[in-house]
């Protein structure tokens, strides 16, 4: 587009250029701050103004999505009762996975991480956050129509989500409880909702552990074609 184009519902993009200096020293810095971030099962009680929470959500929803559909809902949840209720319900779906349905090679990976299916982080976090997909909108009318890539748009929205927890200073944990199908009922979501992932959100407690791992190298993790 040209200046003076005037395609409707297109507006002029606002782009601030920055040194090259100071992308660089950005760059850095942005890495170094995300790589401090840690996956943490142990959480404080201590409590977490919503604002915060609100703030990281809207962060979220800045997320790139298929066709600006912004399939998700951030459904968060402090209420002490609610939290116990999902507690419980995570932990009897864990108890069979870990007891029962959990293959071997999946164990093999995940006994180094030492988790269980007692998940206090549920109700030790002031906070927990579920991502609901959604896999179809409603519109206007009523009636449902689909949406696109909800489940690459729901992935990026959180890993922002998970970016601005850890700016703001607090943590959060991927939790998957599996299946999740009893969130959707005590959330009362609607049944094209499909929840993703169950965010614990605070601060750690004062002896809070991470496993001793280490990331994957440029290399490892890259291929670069110049
Ligand atoms: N959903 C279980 C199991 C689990 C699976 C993976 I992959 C992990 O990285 C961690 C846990 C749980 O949350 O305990």
Known sequence: MGEGDDESGFIHLEFAELPAEEMLSRAHSF????????TTRHFSERDVPRELIELAIKTASTAPSGAHLQPWTFVAISNPELKARIREAAESEEKTFYEERIPEAWEEVLSPLGTDHVKDHI?????????????????????????YYSQESCGIASGLFIAAIHNMGLTTLTHTPSPMGFLREILGRPDHEHAMLLMPVGYPADDAKVPDLNRKSLDEVSEIFE
């Open 31 to 38: 890495y170094e701050h995300m790589d401090n971030r840690r």
């Open 123 to 147: 109700t030790d976090a002031p906070w927990i956050v579920v991502v609901f997909r959604q896999s179809q909108r409603q519109r206007p009318s009523g009636e449902m129509a689909p949406t």
